[in-house]
C-alpha cells in the first residue's frame, strides 16, 4: 500500500506540475519525508500528513490511497483553490453565498 500510496502522490504532483520542494511548502512536511513516501519507503503515515498532503495536491485522502489516483471534479483545483474551498466550506452558508458572489464579481471585472 506504501508504494501506492507514494506513486500516486508523485503522479498527482505531476499532474500540477509541483516539485517535492514545492510540495513540502504547501503541506509543511518536509522534502525528506515526502522523497521518501514517494519512493515506498515510509512506512507509517498517519492521517495527519496525509490529510496536509490530500490538501496541497487538490486531492482527497482516498484518491491518494486509491488503486488509481482519481481526482474525479478536483482534477483542475490547484493547493490554492483547494486551500480556498477549504476556508469557504467554514463558514456558514450566507457568509459561504456572500464570499462566492464577491469572488465571482472580482473575476467577472478582471
Not at 504547501?26 to 492521517?47: A, H, K, Q, T
Amino acid at each position: 500500500m506504501q508504494q501506492l500510496l507514494g506513486k500516486n502522490i508523485a503522479n498527482r504532483r505531476h499532474e500540477l506540475n509541483m516539485t517535492q520542494q514545492q510540495l513540502a511548502e504547501l503541506s509543511n512536511l518536509s522534502i525528506n519525508f515526502i522523497s521518501r513516501l514517494e519512493r515506498g519507503g515510509s512506512n507509517d503515515v498517519s492521517s495527519t500528513p496525509l490529510l496536509r498532503l490530500a490538501t496541497a495536491l487538490g486531492t482527497s485522502m482516498d484518491s491518494l490511497m486509491a488503486n488509481q489516483a482519481s481526482t474525479g471534479n478536483n482534477s483542475n483545483r490547484g493547493p490554492q483553490l483547494t486551500n480556498l474551498i477549504n476556508k469557504l466550506e467554514n463558514y456558514d452558508y450566507s457568509k459561504t453565498e456572500h464570499l462566492s458572489k464577491i469572488i465571482l464579481e472580482l473575476l467577472e471585472n478582471k
